[in-house]
């Protein structure tokens, strides 16, 4: 159980195109999801904090109008990379957070999106 | 304010060797929690073990073990008698009390050649 899957699993596209990026709890609804960035060979960065229903949180730094997310259901969030740019192609990770599955809201990653922007 | 360091970059051991990878973390909170992630070459983030701040028992499992030690605030991973297969990034986490963000640490890659 708790599995979280993304799509695509990688997606190349010309600069100035938009591209959204799923993601899903597959057995387990999500209230909250969050949204990473992981630049090569850096660490993970956390961009957004995606609510069902409600506006999603961004990080400093992060531009919303570029990266718009929606989290329509409790078991999807989607984010958007819109106008993509070379400098946004990236390891792009969500993670969903279980509400009290164990003892505790554990959070279960996605295997994670690689944008590659042309 | 929430801070993991990972000091070491990049090691390098030949199979067999044991290998401990470090970890140090700055929290206010006296509630958090603290993990070890795999991230092997496809990228997906394996999880490896959690541990709350309440508990400092350290932990085998298999060939891994963990020792948290709080007073130094260390959550160091030791890898006894590597295997190539244990070629990866590790990254060491903290989450806050509430259950809501990851501070990662930056992450160190582990080669072990045979």
């Known amino acids: 159980g708790a599995v979280v899957s993304q799509h695509p699993s990688w997606v190349i596209c010309k600069s100035g195109t938009s591209v959204k990026i799923e993601c899903r709890s597959l057995?387990?609804?999500?209230?909250?999801m969050f949204w990473y960035r992981q630049f090569p060979k850096q660490s993970l960065m956390l961009m957004a904090t995606s609510n069902e229903g409600s506006k999603a949180t961004y990080e400093q730094g992060v531009e919303k109008d570029k990266f718009l997310i929606n989290h329509a259901s409790l078991t999807l969030s989607t984010l958007t990379v819109t106008s993509a740019h070379p400098e946004d192609s990236s390891f792009y990770i969500c993670?969903?957070?279980?509400?009290?599955?164990?003892?505790?809201?554990?959070?279960?990653f996605g295997p994670g999106t690689r944008l590659t922007v042309l | 304010a929430q801070k993991v360091t990972q000091a070491q970059t990049e090691i390098s051991v030949v199979e067999k060797e044991d290998v401990t990878l470090d970890c140090v973390y700055e929290t206010r909170d006296t509630t958090y929690y603290l993990f070890w992630y795999k991230q092997p070459p496809s990228g997906e983030l394996v999880f490896l073990i959690r541990?709350?701040?309440?508990?400092?028992q350290n932990e085998i499992s298999g060939r891994y073990s963990w020792n948290f030690q709080k007073s130094t605030s260390s959550f160091n991973f030791t890898i006894t008698a590597s295997q190539v297969v244990d070629s990866a990034v590790y990254f060491c986490a903290l989450m806050d009390g509430n259950f809501n963000k990851f501070y990662f640490g930056s992450g160190t890659k582990l080669n072990v050649k045979p």
């Open positions: 541990r709350n701040s309440f508990d400092e």
């Open positions: 993670s969903a957070r279980a509400e009290r599955i164990h003892s505790y809201n554990e959070q279960f």
């Open positions: 057995d387990f609804q999500a209230t909250t």
